[in-house]
């Protein structure tokens, strides 16, 4: 096939960029290269273009995204030189198109096929690559990208006996060009991921018997293969360049609409509805967005899960097998759903098996077939569908050799570490397209390959025009994106699966969530404006010349940044440009919208006496017998707004959390009472639950007083004047981004001036609200100022976008001074507020979760008499 390519006759051994694989990226990368004046030389392991489409020839191979999207949409006459015949194009039609794109752009005489690339390594004296390959020749290059691809390495046969089978064995992923003929044979085959979901169904029409053995049942839906669908055809036709800029900014890489419909919250009309349009259109990130919420709440998700469960059931006749079809070990999306083709349907065929390896797994294969802890099983033929190496297995199959002698795979023992998923510290002039870090294996590849490629070439064109001739990222950025990598995981239900997303289906790999999650459209914005930024995280030089922009890409926390999106787009009105009343009338409107907060077990409404009249309080009991520790709070709001029910979610959580009573107690607010009124309150609120707790439900002398913001203010106001009044005793303050200093002359207040919701404006319009200039000084407006010895432990939470940050941080290290037990907790990535946002921001949990930990454990401990 390679024939026509001309294999390496028109190579150097030096060229500017060395490409590894001729699969999607490999050629896109090599069109953009050369139209941009770059010398590059392709290898490629295979005899031709194709990459996946090269390798992966089982019967049903098809692609899993729609073809109106799983195409190249850089060129308008490709698209129209190029017409898919059905809505999931086959592998064969697909090589096809890859052939056909080779040809148009002539990119074969710069490809060299049956080479691996089997090393690389870095000179630093004279910033070049040395690039090995199988066929015993050396390249030097500047640049050396690998596009090996994430689904390229089959996995290793890991079943004990393998070797021993003396029938036919097969791969999906290495299927004979020449094809198989399984006819009348008895055929097993192991593996129902999306390879084994494809070709069951095929392999079942020729097979005179065959077996399944399922380790892991997996979810899928029906294609509804056909021709392609007429409402993407039409918008395409309509505006392709709107469509596939649509498909550039979505979360996928394909053009959707997105709900803002929650599982939990939506009717079972709605529900039943969107699962079955999702069902009826037999596309995967149709079936994924049923729910908003349904990638990061278990709830919404078992919805979805279960109206496929319904589906399988009411498909396949036998009650067993039907069950052991259904996935029940994992959330829906967590590892890769298929789409299938008759899939389930396949066990309803009498010479059709399922084994269900979970209750009879396989002991050893043998020279016949396959014994498993029931039975023994003949075969004449073993299909292997058991997966890749995926994500780093062709670049840590490559002894690539970076700056310090140290190899890509012993960097990333542990687990890949890069900045934006393209480049890693100490491999200059490195780029590896579509790798862990990145959004790759999660979305539409023909998207995210074009984008990378688009960048990498981008960035060889910057390099050049600015006379630098080296690239590399810093420590700094890296180890930011890794952490924004993992921070956006973290608040999906991916890294619950043991799927090959978290390397767990090769033993002995690093369990790290290895995509990038964020999504195509933030990826992109990210990427963008790294260059925009002038490489940020990046380190050029020259022989004589060097820049960096150190710095981090990404430090919010990735749900924070979407809440400060949405209320950007919103442009809402600044609260310190409203009335105290407007203010108010404007955060209740608000707050009606917010999700409720958790459970408890009982919600009272009271009133306790105040020095200046009736304080409302609202308390919060744990669902379990009582009685409890009690957890007096105060709400945030400058001593402006809010009242006892305005940090409901807070206290629900708190409530949950550490199975503590909470009292939540309203006070007097500026301007209409100013300063000391909120403190004097406070005080008289102590007072009143301290000797109450017991008809509160509470056990006496157990007593924690928390609050946020300008209520941990009267936090530490009240249990100063404890200390100094002999009492009530309490065991604890939790103070949450605290107000401890008037002065608002901090670098954070500096950084964290605007944009993160508590602007340095608010908080001087609280102030003056508040309290007059003179009286600010006062401990009981400016606690920091107060004495703080004999005070109980303290557990400071302060956010790192907050322009009290550097106050609470001051207040905590003044009582460590002061010799009290100090727990300071700070938030990475949050704002003054996006702590309290309970069920919105979910990053947040992670800390109120330590809050309650530290929490309960004063609560807890045996008061010193
Ligand atoms: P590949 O296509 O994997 O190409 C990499 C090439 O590099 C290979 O040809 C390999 O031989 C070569 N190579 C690797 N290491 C070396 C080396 N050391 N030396 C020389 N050559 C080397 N994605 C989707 O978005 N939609 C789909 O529907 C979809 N369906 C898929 C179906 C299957 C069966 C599989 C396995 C994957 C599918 N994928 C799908 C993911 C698919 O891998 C990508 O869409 C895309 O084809 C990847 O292109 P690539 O060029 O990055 O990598
Ligand atoms: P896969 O999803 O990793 O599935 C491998 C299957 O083999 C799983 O069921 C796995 O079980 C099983 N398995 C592995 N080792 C086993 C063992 N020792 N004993 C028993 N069972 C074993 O691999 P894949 O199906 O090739 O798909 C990989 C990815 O390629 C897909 O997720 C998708 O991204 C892409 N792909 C797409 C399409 C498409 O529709 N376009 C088709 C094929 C592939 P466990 O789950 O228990 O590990």
Known sequence: MAADGNNGASAGSQVDVVVVGAGFSGLYLLHRLRAEGFSVRVFEAASDVGGTWFWNRYPGARCDIPTTDYTFGFDPELERAWTWSEKYATQPEILRYLQFVTDRYDLRRDITFDARVEGAEWDDKTGLWAVRTSTGETVSCRYYVMATGCLSVPKAPDIEGAPRFAGEVYFTSRWPHEGV?????????????????????????QAAQLTVFQRTPNFSIPAHNGPASAD???????????????????????????TDILGGTASEDVRRERFEAAWEAGELFAILGVFADQGVDPASNEIVSEMIREKIRS???????????????????????????????????????????????????????????????????????????????????????????????EKWADGPSTYLGLTTVGFPNFFALTGPGSPSVLSNMAVSIEQHVDWVTDCLVDLRAKGMTRIEPTPLAEDGWNQHVADCAAISLHPTANSWYMGANVPGKPRVFYPYIGGVDNYRAVCDEVRA?????????????????DGVIRRL???????????????????????????????????????????????????????????????????????HPVVLYFHGGGWVLGDQVSDEPLCRDLCVRTEAVVVSVNYRHAPEARYPAAAEDAWAALQWVAAHAIELGGIPDDLVVAGWSAGANLVA??????????????????????????????????????GYVLTAPLMRWFWDHYCDPAQRAEPTATPLRGRLDGLPPAIVVTAEFDPLRDEGIAYAEALRAAGVPVEHLAARGHTHTSLTMVGVVLSGARVREEIALRLGALLREPVEV
């Open 181 to 205: 003929d399984l006819t009348g044979k008895r055929v097993a085959v192991v593996g129902t991921g999306s390879s084994g979901i494809q070709s069951i169904p095929l392999i079942a029409q």
């Open 232 to 258: 993407r055809l039409g918008r395409l036709a309509a505006d392709r360049d709107a469509y596939r800029t649509a498909g550039k900014w979505s979360r996928g890489g394909v053009p959707m609409e997105a």
């Open 557 to 627: 926390q990735p749900d924070v940044a979407m809440v400060l999106d949405a209320m950007a787009q919103m442009e809402l009105p600044p609260l310190e440009s409203m009335s105290p009343p407007e203010a108010r009338a404007f955060m209740e409107m608000s707050n009606g919208a917010r999700p409720p907060g958790p459970d408890v077990g009982e919600v009272v409404d009271g009133v306790l006496p105040g020095p200046a009249g009736e304080l409302e309080y609202r308390l919060f009991r744990p669902g379990s017998p009582g009685p």
């Open 315 to 409: 498909i396949v006749d036998d009650p067993e097998t039907a069950e052991a079809l259904c996935p029940k070990d994992h959330y829906f999306g967590t590892k890769r759903p298929c789409l299938d083709s008759g899939y389930y349907a396949t066990f309803n065929s009498p010479h059709v098996r399922l084994v269900d390896l979970r209750s009879t797994p396989i002991t050893t294969i043998t020279e016949a077939g396959i014994d498993t802890a029931a039975e023994s099983f003949e075969f004449d033929v073993i299909v292997y569908a058991t997966g890749f190496d995926a994500m780093t297995g062709a670049l840590v199959g490559v002894d690539v050799t970076g700056r310090a002698g140290v190899t890509l795979k």
């Open 717 to 754: 106001v009240v249990t100063q004047r404890a200390r100094d009044e002999g009492g009530p005793v309490v065991r604890g303050q939790l103070m949450l981004t605290p107000v401890t200093d008037s002065a608002m002359k901090t670098r954070s207040y500096q950084e964290n001036a605007d």
């Open 533 to 549: 930024k002038d490489y940020l995280g990046f380190r050029l030089s020259a022989p004589e010349a060097e820049q960096c922009h």
